[in-house]
C-alpha cells in the first residue's frame, strides 16, 4: 500500500528534521536535498506521521493527510495538569443520566492520539453510550452472576467477589456501581504491546473525562466478569482475536472533592550501576 509521501517543494526549507525524527530511517533527501523515501523507506515506514508534525513549514504530506489540517502545537499550562492529576478521584457515585452525545464524541476523537506500542492502530472500544443500554447490560451480568455464585466456589476469577458476596446475592449493583456508561478496552492477540496499550488508553481517557467535568473507575470487577461470563465478549461486540484488556466506567459524578488527597510517596531508587562493574 502506497504511504504517499508528497514534499510541497516551494515550502520545504530542507532542514531534515522529518529525516532526523524518522525512528525507521525511512527518509533521505534527494539530489534536490528534498526529503524522499530511502530504498524499502515505504516498507518501514511505521505510519507515525512524526514527519508530517516535525515539519515546520508544513511541507510534507504522508498517507493522504494535509498538514494545513493537523492543529499547530502548544505548551499546556503545567501546573494545571499536575491539578487534573492531583485532583482525579475514583468515582462510585454518578448522577443517573447520559452524558451529551457531544462530550462523548469529543473522548472518542482523543482516544485516537493516545500512543500505542510500535504505532499499532488497532484498539477497539466499546462505548456503551446512554444509560438505558447500560441498565441491560448491568442488569444481564448481575443476573446471571447471582445464578453462577449459588454454586461455584469462590477460587480464581470468582474469589474477587467473595467479599460482596451477600451484596450481590441481593442484587445490588457493586460491579458498575450504577454508571451510566462503561468503556472496554481491547487489543488485538498479536499486538506487540497487547496488555499495555489499552491501560495507556484509559488512563488518557481518564484524565481528558476529568477535564470535562466527568468521573471515571478503572472496574475489576466488570473485567473479571469477562472470564466469568464469557458471552460477554459478544454482547460488547468484540471480535474473534480480540482481548478486552480493561474497564472504565465513566458518567456525570454524584459527588464533588473539594481537596487533593495527601497519599504517602512510592519508593524512588537510582539504578545500581555497581552490578555492571
Known amino acids: 500500500m502506497s504511504k504517499r509521501l508528497v514534499i510541497d517543494k516551494s515550502k520545504c526549507i530542507s532542514c531534515g528534521l522529518c529525516i532526523k525524527d524518522c525512528i525507521s530511517r525511512a527518509l533521505e533527501f534527494d539530489s534536490e536535498n528534498k526529503p524522499v523515501f530511502a530504498q524499502n523507506g515505504e516498507s518501514r515506514c511505521l505510519s507515525c506521521q512524526h514527519c508530517l508534525a516535525v ?21 499546556p499550562d503545567s501546573a494545571a495538569i499536575l491539578d487534573t492529576i492531583k485532583s482525579r478521584r475514583s468515582t462510585r457515585f454518578f448522577k443517573q443520566e447520559s452524558v451529551s452525545a457531544g462530550t462523548i464524541d469529543k473522548l472518542k476523537k482523543m482516544l485516537d492520539f493516545t500512543p500505542t506500542g510500535c504505532n499499532d492502530h488497532r ?38 467477589f467473595a467479599h460482596y458476596k451477600q451484596i450481590l446475592m441481593s442484587g445490588k449493583d457493586v460491579i458498575f456501581r450504577n454508571a451510566p456508561h462503561i468503556i472496554v478496552a481491547s487489543s488485538p492477540a498479536d499486538a506487540p504491546c497487547m496488555d499495555i496499550d489499552p491501560v495507556i488508553a484509559l488512563s488518557y481517557f481518564e484524565l481528558y473525562a476529568a477535564s470535562l467535568g466527568l468521573g471515571t473507575c478503572w472496574c475489576g470487577f466488570a473485567q473479571a466478569c469477562f472470564k466469568i461470563l464469557p458471552e460477554l465478549k459478544n454482547i460488547f461486540n468484540i471480535p474473534k482475536g480480540y482481548k478486552p484488556v480493561y474497564v472504565m466506567l465513566f458518567g456525570i459524578p454524584d459527588i464533588r472533592y473539594s481537596r487533593t488527597t495527601q497519599p504517602e510517596p512510592f519508593k524512588y531508587v537510582q539504578p545500581n550501576l555497581d552490578y555492571i562493574k
Open 123 to 160: 484498539l477497539l472500544f466499546t462505548i456503551t453510550e446512554n444509560i438505558q443500554d447500560t441498565d441491560k447490560i448491568r442488569n444481564y451480568v448481575i443476573q446471571k452472576l447471582v445464578k453462577k455464585l449459588r454454586f461455584i466456589p469462590f477460587i480464581g476469577p470468582v474469589k474477587k
Open 55 to 75: 515539519c515546520p513549514t508544513g511541507a510534507l504530506s504522508i498517507l493522504g493527510k494535509n498538514p494545513e489540517n493537523s492543529q499547530l502545537v502548544f505548551i
